[in-house]
Nanobody
């Protein structure tokens, strides 16, 4: 089992920045891919950014050039640096880790961008 705890969400003005963190515990050695997803009210959950075991990254089209995913292997933590935030980035952001029997999810952290 893997447990994920997100932090770093909050309220920010448009154009501002936030950094989200996702700390993993448990059988972290089984994780081969990490991801940040988001889900706004009435919308489907979407992939924001992903990073795999060798460090390859991918991003959703709406955040390319503004968000950066990174990881600290020693701390079993993944980060999402968000810059040039827009009101449409307002959502609950979820961390996900894939490995072993499936995908594990964190509880989510709210990000609100005011115009």
């Amino acid at each position: 089992q893997v447990q994920l705890v997100e932090s770093g969400g909050g309220l920010v003005q448009a154009g501002g920045s936030l950094r989200l963190s996702c700390a993993a515990s448990g059988t972290v050695f089984s994780i081969h891919a990490w991801g940040w997803h988001r889900q706004a009210p009435g919308k489907q959950r979407e992939l924001v950014a992903g990073i795999n075991r060798v460090g390859a990254t991918n991003y959703g089209d709406s955040v390319k050039g503004r968000f950066t995913i990174s990881r600290d292997i020693a701390k079993n933590t993944v980060y999402l640096q968000m810059s040039s935030l827009k009101p449409e980035d307002t959502s609950v952001y979820y961390c996900a880790a894939t490995g072993g029997p499936g995908t594990y999810w964190g509880q989510g952290t709210q990000v609100t961008v005011s115009s």
